[in-house]
């Protein structure tokens, strides 16, 4: 166990709708970077919140955003949902921003757009 | 643009075996290389983490070695049993806050 929590665990949407994910960082840790894992891939850098404020950025459109609360967890949306979007989401905390720091990775969020 | 390569993309072996598994990278202009374990839908689970500057990690079972100059890593499993069975995925990490991930050994060891 990592500490890192997801929210929800499944979740099935139709193409166009918008979804929430949520994470809940391990006790301590400021840093959070979210990662889309498609089928037989490995996981995809999406973004990272550093003190609430988003700290790097990965190939992907607008549509995907995301919040960092002051308590360190965050949230990752997006809107105008494809099917491509199914993928299992992966939350990851560090202690701190910067290379050195590990991640310390969720169980995941497998979404599903049909 | 780092990329990240894992040969074999499957592996299948009897309980008990010593095995290998390859990862390369392209650029080598990395600050450390990580291993990880994912089992079936599940996140990941960090096995070992390297630095750039040193040349192998060790945990039990596991052993990962790091060649920077020529962009490869080794991840060796001794006396492998079917608890090891997962999707072992390797990632680098360049000095920013991503982690550059290969697609992954599939292992199965059956008794």
């Known amino acids: 166990e990592t500490g890192v929590t997801q929210s929800p665990t499944h979740l099935i949407k139709t193409r166009g709708q918008q979804v929430t994910l949520r994470c809940s960082s391990q006790s301590g840790h400021n840093t959070v970077s979210w990662y889309q894992q498609a089928l037989g891939q490995g996981p995809q850098f999406i973004f990272q919140?550093?003190?609430?404020?988003?700290?790097g950025r990965g190939n992907f459109p607008p549509r995907f955003s995301g919040l960092q609360f002051p308590n360190y967890s965050s949230e990752l949306n997006v809107n105008a949902l494809e099917l491509d979007d199914s993928a299992l989401y992966l939350c990851a905390s560090s202690e701190k921003q910067g290379a050195k720091n590990i991640q310390y990775f969720g169980a995941g969020t497998r979404l599903s757009v049909l | 643009k780092q990329e990240v390569t894992q040969i074999p993309a499957a592996l299948s072996v009897p309980e008990g075996e010593n095995l290998v598994l390859n990862c390369s990278f392209t650029d080598s202009a990395i600050y450390n290389l990580q291993w990880f374990r994912q089992d079936p839908g599940k996140g990941l689970t960090s096995l070992l983490l390297i630095q750039s500057s040193q040349r192998e990690q060790t945990s039990g079972r596991l052993n990962a070695s790091l060649d920077k100059s020529s962009g490869r890593s080794t991840l060796y499993i001794a006396a492998s049993q079917p608890g090891d069975s997962a999707t072992y995925l390797c990632a680098v990490n360049d000095n920013t806050d991503k982690l550059i991930f290969g697609t992954g050994t599939r292992l199965q060891v059956f008794p």
């Open positions: 919140y550093y003190r609430e404020e988003e700290n």
